[in-house]
């Protein structure tokens, strides 16, 4: 009689349980949820992580501008890869100044699937038509030996693009003029396969075939 009340008492204690759990709402990875009517909303932003952003298009050949106006016509593209926006505040680019500094990006999100141009030139001044979100006389990218790592701000490696020797791995001087293009899906950076030379014309002031031809703040040509 003894172990009969045990068990029934157990079995009860079980019910309890599980009552009181089944009233309780908890939430696993949702934008929004309520978990004991507290509402708590996951960020919008994200951080970086290796391959959530990574360098797409380096137009290191200059444009067709009048002397060094045109030489110095460059630009760098960032593409996100993820389906969440990215804060790149504080990140940095080695290898794309002068000597052995930063370029340094102040303050900067690229949303879901967006691009980060960062241009020498405005587009009033530049072959480029669509307005870059970084504009820095800072920047300047070389004709050979090129290597560009982009780094978060602790300095975590985000990307690498080019292998840092001879010509780079895409890109022509022409003409026309064409930018070097990270293929899709986007692949070691290191290695040229995953490279190309522009194809199209977006974002462009011309778009005949002896333009210039990029892709800032779009999608690289197929």
């Known amino acids: ?33 309520v978990s004991s009517n507290n509402i708590f909303t996951a960020a919008p932003i994200f951080p970086g992580f290796p391959g959530s952003v990574v360098v797409n298009e380096i137009n290191w050949v200059g444009s067709d501008l009048t002397g060094q106006t045109g030489q110095n016509d460059e630009w760098l593209e960032l593409r996100n890869t993820t389906e969440s926006s990215i804060n790149i505040s504080g990140w940095k680019i080695s290898g794309a100044v002068v000597g052995t500094g930063d370029l ?28 870059p979100d970084l504009v820095t006389t800072d920047l300047q990218l070389d004709n050979a030996n090129a290597q ?8 975590n490696v985000i990307d690498t693009a080019d292998d840092g020797s001879g010509n780079p791995l895409a890109g022509t001087n022409g003409p ?8 899709s899906p986007s692949g070691d950076g290191t290695l040229g396969t995953n490279w190309q030379n522009a194809s199209t014309h977006t974002n462009m002031d011309g778009s005949a075939s002896t333009d210039e031809y990029g892709t800032p703040k779009a999608t690289n040509g197929l």
Do not use: C, H, Q
Request: hydrophobic share 45%; aromatic share 12%; proline share 3%.
């Open 1 to 33: 009689m003894k172990k009969k009340a045990i068990f029934i008492f157990g079995i009860l204690t079980i019910w309890v349980l599980v009552l009181v759990v089944s009233k309780n709402t908890y939430s696993y990875f949702s934008n929004s949820a």
């Open 148 to 155: 560009y790592i982009l780094k978060d701000n602790s300095n």
């Open 104 to 131: 340094n990006i102040a303050s900067g999100i690229i949303p879901a699937g967006g691009f980060f141009l960062i241009s020498n030139f405005d587009e009033t001044t530049s072959r480029i038509n669509v307005a």
């Open 176 to 183: 026309p003029k064409r930018s070097m293009e990270r293929k």
